[in-house]
């Protein structure tokens, strides 16, 4: 199985300010067919995950590019230019390339 | 609007079983592999299940092997999980998700269900 760790698990942060999270995998996640499927997604109290990032850094319909991924192989980076009080939540990620997983979750305040 | 809808959760003994469905609408069911996924109290999310648009291909995760089964009716725009044998540990918000070509796993969520495993 492959093991997603995220860090920081918590990332006190002021308006306006970037943030940036961190997320390894205990194995490659290049795919066979060349891709490597990295996922990040927002969950918000109270509500279900919400697909922010595919791909690595592909973003989906109606994310605001304030949002970004980055990384290779084993090693991925979601970053938020600036911070918005509406990103308040837990941020995970996970990979596809194998049976997906997910990280342990890091959660963004407002400082 | 993609919407995706869960039923069928609740509290049920340890051994016993309950069925969850998953009413989709707004986009072409029939066209997105569909998954399970759930979420214990404070815990990080768990992929569960996977079957093709066909329904001819499962996969499980093995926490749930032998015991959950998913399957799905297009006709009727559905998705479903039968789950037996029920311990303690899957107590947990369930969420049915879409799968979609180009990378886009778990694209789509839907609310959640409460499942509570408890004598």
């Known amino acids: 199985d492959i093991v997603m760790t995220q860090t920081p698990l918590s990332s006190p942060v002021a308006l306006g300010q970037p943030a940036s999270i961190s997320c390894r995998s205990s194995?490659?996640?290049?795919?066979?067919?060349?891709?490597?499927?990295l996922s990040w997604f927002q969950q918000r109290p109270g509500q279900p995950p919400r697909l922010l990032i595919y791909k690595i850094s592909s973003r989906f319909s109606g994310v605001p590019d304030r949002f970004s991924g980055s990384g290779a192989g084993t090693d991925f980076t979601l970053k938020i230019s600036r911070v918005e009080a509406d990103d308040v939540g837990v941020y995970y990620c996970m990979q596809a390339t194998h049976f997906p997983s997910f990280g342990q979750g890091t959660r963004l305040e407002i400082k | 609007e993609v919407q995706l809808v869960e039923s069928g959760g609740g509290l049920v003994q340890p051994g016993g079983s309950l069925r969850l469905s998953c009413a989709a609408s707004?986009?072409?069911?029939?066209?997105?592999?569909m998954n399970w996924v759930r979420q214990a109290p404070g815990k990080r999310l768990e992929w569960i299940s996977y079957?093709?648009?066909?329904?001819?291909?499962?996969h499980y995760a093995d926490s749930v092997k032998g015991r959950f089964t998913i399957s799905r009716d297009n006709g009727k725009n559905s998705l479903y999980l039968q789950m037996d044998s029920l311990r303690a540990e899957d107590t947990a918000v369930y969420y049915c998700?879409?799968?979609?070509?180009?990378?886009?796993?778990?694209?789509?969520w839907g609310q959640g269900i409460l499942v509570t495993v408890s004598s």
């Open positions: 998700a879409t799968t979609g070509g180009g990378g886009l796993n778990f694209c789509y």
């Open positions: 079957v093709t648009t066909s329904g001819s291909s499962t």
């Open positions: 194995q490659s996640l290049v795919h066979s067919d060349g891709n490597t499927y």
């Open positions: 707004g986009f072409s069911f029939s066209s997105y592999d």
